[in-house]
């Protein structure tokens, strides 16, 4: 066998690096046998980011407002058999209950600032209400909004106006049908009311009743202006008095459609769906047709309180019915 010659001179030129190497062996066995560190040991956040969402139609700057989600049982209160239900949820990934958006829009049209709807304030669970700290983080203050414009008064749309009895926006002219404010501000409507249907009313009233004495609340009966730049136009049946807002700058539209649906994934395919919040379901069901039909005809853009946030996008006709086209996100301001 062949034995390779080390000379004195080569041993003494390897010494250095053998006794690296054997520095190195010794200091993994010694890492090897300590604890392990880890830098991901953070605690978990469990917190979104500020849910506010912001776009400019035309000269106006529009501020998409998440109130929060709630756990909606729409198995239960969608008027469907509940294979099509779910699968309709299947399809898109989803199930019952469902984690459901409620949004608000704010409008600063230059020279008013002007919300549509208020979120639920305490009305509808710990996980709504979210409101007022929104507006802050978007940059606004309650009592710089002039003009309040609800599209119909079911708690989670009216109960951030009044939370504890006080004028969470003490500037604002609130602004709704007249319809609607007969039926729920009537006390002989909520007494004759079924005993689960009784809640509404009494929000709405907790909600409405400090702005009417103090003359902050006005009614309108038909189609018009409310503020300038900003339309309503009557969509009586999922309530009394539910009205849409129309939105318009330069020629840029955007319909607020308040509660004409509720259940994207499902109602969308099929929008002869109704839901049991809906006060006439056969009213409710040819208002959502007629409006969706002319909004996918026209292509402006919608904003919705249900779908998911910040609920802006666009309809398709799709045969018998709709898809939607959900606004593509922007970091800047356009």
């Known amino acids: 066998m062949f034995t390779p010659k080390i000379s004195q001179a080569g041993w003494t030129r390897r010494t250095p690096v053998l006794r690296q190497l ?59 058999p509940p294979t099509t239900i779910a699968q309709n949820l299947k399809k898109h990934y989803l199930a019952a209950p469902l984690e ?34 929104q507006i802050a983080s978007a940059g606004y203050k309650p009592e710089q909004v002039d003009d309040i414009l609800i599209t119909h008064m079911h708690p989670d749309h009216v109960g951030g106006l009044s939370p504890e009895g006080k004028l969470a926006f003490p500037n604002a002219t609130i602004h709704v049908d007249q319809a609607d404010r007969d039926f729920w501000m009537s ?62 700058s330069q020629g840029k539209r955007l319909t607020l459609i308040g509660d004409l649906i509720h259940v994207a ?34 292509g402006s853009l919608v904003g919705a309180a249900h779908f998911p946030f910040p609920g802006l996008g666009r309809l398709r006709s799709t045969g018998k019915g709709f898809a939607w086209e959900a606004v593509n996100y922007s970091s800047q301001v356009k």
């Not at 909600?207 to 009557?234: C, H, M, W």
Request: hydrophobic share 45%; proline share 4%.
């Open 22 to 80: 054997a520095l190195s062996a010794c200091l993994a066995v010694a890492a090897a046998s300590l604890p392990t560190v880890s830098h991901a040991e953070a605690p978990l956040q469990k917190v979104q980011a500020p849910g506010w969402y912001r776009m400019m139609l035309g000269a106006f700057e529009v501020t998409a407002i998440n109130d929060g989600t709630v756990d909606l049982p729409v198995d239960k209160l969608l008027h469907a």
């Open 100 to 133: 459901t958006s409620v949004n608000a829009f704010l409008i600063n049209t230059g020279s008013r600032l002007v919300l549509v709807d208020t979120g639920a304030g305490g009305l509808f669970g710990p996980t709504l209400g979210r409101l007022a700290a």
């Open 187 to 248: 006390k002989a409507n909520m007494d004759a009311a079924p005993a689960d249907k009784k809640g509404f009313f009494q929000g709405a009233q907790a909600s409405l009743s400090a702005y009417e004495a103090a003359g902050k609340l006005k009614t309108f009966n038909a189609d018009g202006e409310v503020v300038p730049g900003i339309r309503s136009q009557a969509t009586h049946g999922h309530t009394a008095g539910h009205a849409i807002y129309l939105v318009e």
């Open 265 to 298: 994934s499902v109602q969308l395919e099929s929008p002869q769906i109704t839901i049991g919040f809906d006060s006439d379901e056969k009213q409710a069901r040819a208002q959502r047709l007629k409006t969706f039909q002319q909004l996918a005809k026209e």
